[in-house]
């Protein structure tokens, strides 16, 4: 049976529920059982149903007649993992016991939450390596239970406490929605359909719930009662809370059978893109009788490929008929241009793979200049091989997170919106914020066209405005980005980079160090030769962190081409003459992802990259140029640095370097702010080596800018720390 995937991340919303405890209440739990149904939903599962007496515990049933009795509890925010004691508190091995012995003691008997397991309850908890539970405490076990050794070591042989976390309350849904598009997407569906899909499948399982819980034992009563009925197959408790997984099948296939549909109409809060529009027109030659390439257009998840594309067909739909053909997957592609050209729809289940392709290939598409395909949603170069022509009469426009195709096609990057189209689609939504306001709201986002959507739909829906929305980010900005709704886009701004960083690392575990390293920079072209030639900064136990030994390895071109080769695939990192370009929205979530306890770490290793790179050593490492490349991704990085708390030595190092920076080329007062700051740090870790010349440099930016008072205190310092006493003198 396919198990389910680790937690998602998020602002958890129903803080405490206080109203009555009818379905409503069990939201999450009918999710739970919606995502195990997702990852078995293939016709290769074992499983062939599912039953549910209340969706806190549910049964499933195999092909070879075995069954798993599953419970499931949420845990709130602030909740700490299950303990022993919170399990026995709250009846979880008993119930299981109670079911299981009734059962004649057979069956699998698991329990799953969103929160982990601490020390006390590890040894009941299974995993990969450790499929079934440790014996070593069967005697507690025995003795809370009130049976013998021997029962409780036999129940313990049925007894499955999952180790992988659920996803919480506020994530279930995005997960589920994203899985279920993968699901989709092997059966040949449309996953743009996955948002739909999943709620007739939560509905269903709704239904088929009991409508209010019962008492514990009448509940433990009645699951036995169900259970005995799956095990015979029949009985009265089958028809109405038995669900096949052949009908969820259905019930997905019939929302996302995929065919071409025809563009919308002209978007009214569409804004900008009016270069890359010119350019559609001059690449594609509307109307006229010369075959062209395809375009494809590419960029991040949310950047507003396909809304582009859309606008540009319904604003010329005079000149052209225009089909948007799904293209999540090779077989959906094969399936929608198999329709357009003159197929008769086709049982999308079986038609997969070379299969697929070969009956696209059977119905030739047409020859038409007045046609427009745009082939949506590429995320694998693979996709498109053999089916889109090179050059042909129809025109053709392809959206996809991939940077490129194939060599034959014309690619066009597409950019962020700048920030007076930004605010203008803010206004249009947010009419009675201030332009100022709604200014500082499209800074967060830096253009990212979908997080402006969400920000809007979020401040609409939760009736905030634009500062009380800003608050919002300001504490908690990722989960935000999870938040606030879309047309077209069921999967928000945060889950889907999220979920494409996964794929990255999964395919080339370089991806880390080069991600972490773009996101720790400034959202600023950074030159690939930072990781050319690396040093390693002896930490305080002697030895390099793990997280310097992975940015090492970067060192390997051939590591680093692969490493931005994964990213490039889903645009999350650019590669442009020399350069890595990385959206601040990227940045975020990737800085988020990180383990808490790995960041400092990570900021410091970045801080080390950083400065070695701007030779920091010399005097001469203070040229224009050299600040020019280096200076705000210095800034950026120590800025982290210091909210993570990392090395307070490389701190100071990083901000006397800002500080002379200004210094030398730039703003006087803030020289003055960087080197203060420094010094500051210097005296808290108590840095005597390095602290006179940042003194000296701090009084001279002082000098210059016309603080003689201040000035005069600092090479008062500078004098009393230095050893012996020396004479000040004003840098050049």
């Given at each position: 049976m396919s198990e389910i995937p680790a937690s998602g991340a998020g602002l958890y919303r129903d803080v405490h529920n206080t109203a009555p405890p009818t379905r409503a209440r069990f939201e999450f739990q009918d999710a739970c059982v919606a995502l195990r149904c997702i990852h078995n939903l293939l016709q290769s599962s074992p499983v062939v149903g599912v039953a549910l007496e209340w969706s806190t515990d549910y049964i499933l049933l195999t092909k070879g007649g075995h069954w798993e009795l599953v419970s499931v509890k949420h845990r709130d925010p602030g909740q700490n993992d299950w303990s022993y004691a919170e399990l026995k508190k709250e009846n979880v091995l008993r119930d299981l016991h109670a079911v299981w012995k009734q059962m004649g003691e057979v069956g699998e008997y698991v329990f799953e939450s969103n929160r982990g397991f601490s020390q006390t309850a590890k040894p009941f908890v299974i995993d990969a390596t450790h499929p079934e539970a440790d014996h070593r405490d069967v005697?507690?076990?025995?003795?809370?239970?009130?049976?013998?050794?021997?029962?409780?070591?036999?129940?313990?042989?049925h007894l499955r406490l999952r180790r992988q976390p659920l996803p919480d309350r506020s994530s279930i849904d995005s997960v589920a929605t994203i899985d279920l598009q993968s699901v989709m997407t092997e059966l040949g569906l449309d996953p743009m359909r996955a948002a739909d899909a999943y709620q007739a499948i939560a509905a269903r399982i709704a239904a088929a719930s009991t409508q209010r819980p019962l008492s514990p034992k009448a509940r433990v009563d009645r699951m036995t009662g169900l259970m005995r009925d799956v095990a015979a197959r029949t009985g009265p408790s089958?028809?109405?809370?038995?669900?096949?997984?052949?009908?969820?099948?259905?019930?997905?296939?019939?929302i996302g059978t995929i065919a071409p549909r025809a563009t919308l109409a002209v978007d009214p809060l569409f804004v900008g893109r009016t270069t890359l529009m010119g350019m559609l027109d001059s690449h594609l030659g509307l109307g006229s009788d010369q075959a062209v390439a395809p375009v494809v257009l590419s960029g991040i998840?949310?950047?507003?490929?396909?809304?582009?594309?859309?606008?540009y067909a319904a604003t010329r739909s005079t000149k052209i008929e225009a089909w948007v053909v799904p293209a999540d997957s090779r077989a959906a592609l094969a399936q929608g241009l198999y329709e357009i050209g003159g197929g008769a729809p086709r049982p999308v289940e079986r038609e997969t793979g070379d299969r697929a392709s070969a009956s696209a290939a059977q119905a030739p598409l047409p020859e038409d200049p007045y046609l427009l395909l745009i082939i949506d949603g590429v995320t694998d170069p693979a996709t498109t091989?053999?089916?889109?022509?090179?050059?042909?009469?129809?025109?053709?426009?392809?959206?996809?997170?991939a940077t490129h195709l194939d060599d034959a096609f014309v690619h066009l990057q597409v950019d962020p919106l700048d920030q007076a189209d930004s605010v203008a689609y803010l206004y249009?939504?947010?009419?009675?914020?201030?332009?100022?306001?709604?200014?500082?709201?499209?800074?967060?986002?830096?253009?990212?066209?979908?997080?402006?959507?969400?920000?809007?739909?979020?401040?609409?829906?939760?009736?905030?405005?634009?500062?009380?929305?800003?608050?919002?980010v300001a504490a908690a900005q990722v989960p935000l980005l999870d938040l606030g709704r879309a047309a077209d886009h069921p999967t928000p701004t945060a889950t889907a980079i999220r979920e494409l960083f996964r794929?990255?690392?999964?395919?080339?575990?370089?991806?880390?160090?080069?991600?972490?390293?773009?996101?720790?920079?400034?959202?600023?072209?950074?030159p690939e030769m930072v990781f050319e030639r690396q040093i390693l900064v002896q930490s305080e136990d002697g030895e390099p962190s793990p997280a310097e030994t992975q940015l090492v390895s970067l060192t390997d071109v051939l590591v680093r081409d692969r490493a931005v080769a994964a990213l490039h695939q889903s645009s999350l990192v650019v590669r442009e003459r020399d350069e890595l370009h990385i959206h601040p929205l990227v940045q975020s979530v990737i800085?988020?992802?990180?383990?808490?306890?790995?960041?400092?770490?990570?900021?410091?290793?970045?801080?080390?990259?950083?400065?070695?790179?701007?030779?920091?050593?010399?005097?001469?490492?203070?040229?224009?140029?050299?600040?020019?490349?280096?200076?705000?991704?210095?800034?950026?990085?120590?800025?982290?640095?210091?909210?993570?708390?990392?090395?307070?030595?490389?701190?100071?190092?990083?901000?006397?370097?800002?500080?002379?920076?200004?210094?030398?080329?730039?703003d006087l007062h803030i020289a003055v702010s960087y080197?203060?700051?420094?010094?500051?740090?210097?005296?808290?870790?108590?840095?005597?080596?390095?602290?006179?010349?940042?003194?000296?440099?701090?009084?001279?930016?002082?000098?210059?800018a016309g603080m003689v008072d201040e000035s005069l205190a600092t090479v008062d310092e500078w004098v009393r720390v230095s050893d012996p006493p020396r004479r000040f003198r004003t840098a050049a």
């Open positions: 005697g507690i076990l025995a003795r809370d239970l009130g049976i013998d050794g021997d029962e409780a070591g036999r129940f313990l042989d089958l028809a109405e809370h038995y669900i096949p997984i052949a009908d969820l099948r259905r019930l997905v296939q019939e998840p949310g950047i507003g490929k396909s809304a582009l594309v859309r606008q091989n053999g089916l889109i022509p090179r050059r042909s009469l129809t025109r053709f426009v392809i959206t996809s997170t249009s939504v947010l009419s009675d914020e201030s332009p100022d306001m709604l200014a500082e709201v499209a800074q967060v986002f830096a253009g990212h066209p979908l997080g402006l959507v969400q920000a809007a739909s979020y401040c609409r829906s939760q009736r905030i405005s634009a500062s009380g929305y800003l608050q919002r794929i990255a690392v999964e395919s080339e575990p370089a991806v880390i160090p080069l991600a972490v390293a773009m996101a720790c920079a400034a959202p600023e072209p950074l800085k988020d992802t990180m383990p808490a306890g790995d960041r400092a770490a990570w900021a410091r290793a970045c801080l080390v990259l950083l400065l070695h790179a701007a030779n920091t050593d010399q005097d001469d490492s203070f040229t224009a140029s050299s600040s020019r490349r280096f200076g705000a991704h210095i800034a950026a990085c120590v800025e982290y640095a210091i909210s993570e708390e990392s090395d307070p030595y490389m701190v100071f190092v990083a901000l006397g370097w800002l500080g002379m920076w200004q210094l030398r080329s730039g080197l203060t700051r420094s010094v500051e740090v210097g005296r808290r870790v108590t840095l005597d080596e390095g602290i006179n010349e940042v003194l000296a440099r701090l009084a001279t930016a002082q000098r210059m």
